[in-house]
């Protein structure tokens, strides 16, 4: 299994503005993951994108992956409050083994 | 949410006592996890199981075991804790085991050695 890097570590944005977040790999990859924590609960899965994906979109949730790059990007827009919370991502290398990074802490201030 | 409950939520012990947590699912999901998560470290994965009796290592197994005697319980056990292992430790369960099946989580223990 390999692990994503998400960067920025942290993210402070104003109610309303568009929140995104980005994620590094090493290996290639089968598919990628996004998940979100909040404060004091389990991860929740969000999307998945295959690697013959470039785009993929979940209701204010925009994903994209550059293979190429190996990288993946999650876009929040028009966030709210409830969004705050800790980002995410796992990339699938033929392992049923998920490993996560550190993952990105947002804030959005209301 | 998933049907994950796991027991305890909270827990105190200390250095050197046995500690056992306790995984619980309702979905029938034959995969199930076990991960700890500390500041700076990210989630990292302890150990898992594809089945009932079947159990392997994950990359920070060192000083736990765990167990399936049915296909909704997974136990993680800590045969004798030290302060390393206070950190928060998540189940997770999974419906085909593979990268293309999401992972869902219980809400965590969190358990602290003294």
């Known amino acids: 299994s390999q692990q994503g890097e998400e960067d920025p570590q942290a993210l402070s944005i104003q109610e309303g503005e568009n929140a995104t977040m980005n994620c590094s790999y090493k290996?290639?990859?089968?598919?990628l993951q996004w998940y979100r924590q909040n404060s004091g609960r389990g991860l929740v899965h969000l999307i998945l994108i295959r690697s013959n994906e470039r785009e993929k979109h979940s209701g204010r949730l925009r994903v994209t992956l550059d293979t190429s790059k190996k990288s993946s990007s999650l876009l929040i827009t028009a966030s709210r409050a409830a969004d705050t919370a800790s980002y995410f991502c796992a990339p699938g290398a033929g392992s049923y083994q998920l490993t996560f990074g550190k993952g990105t802490k947002l804030s959005v201030i209301p | 949410d998933a049907g994950i409950t796991q027991s305890p939520r909270h827990k105190v012990t200390e250095t050197g006592t046995p500690v056992t947590l306790r995984c619980h699912q309702t979905?029938?999901?034959?995969?199930m996890y076990w991960y700890r998560q500390d500041p700076g470290h990210g989630l990292r994965l302890i150990h898992y199981s594809y089945g009932v009796k079947d159990t392997d290592k994950g990359e920070v197994s060192d000083g736990y075991s765990v167990s399936r005697s049915k296909t909704e319980d997974f136990l993680l056990t800590l045969e004798s804790a030290t302060s390393s292992q206070t950190s928060v430790y998540f189940c997770a369960i999974s419906e085909t085991g593979t990268e293309n099946s999401p992972l869902h989580f219980g809400n965590g223990t969190r358990l602290t050695v003294t």
């Open positions: 290996t290639s990859i089968n598919n």
């Open positions: 979905e029938n999901h034959r995969y």
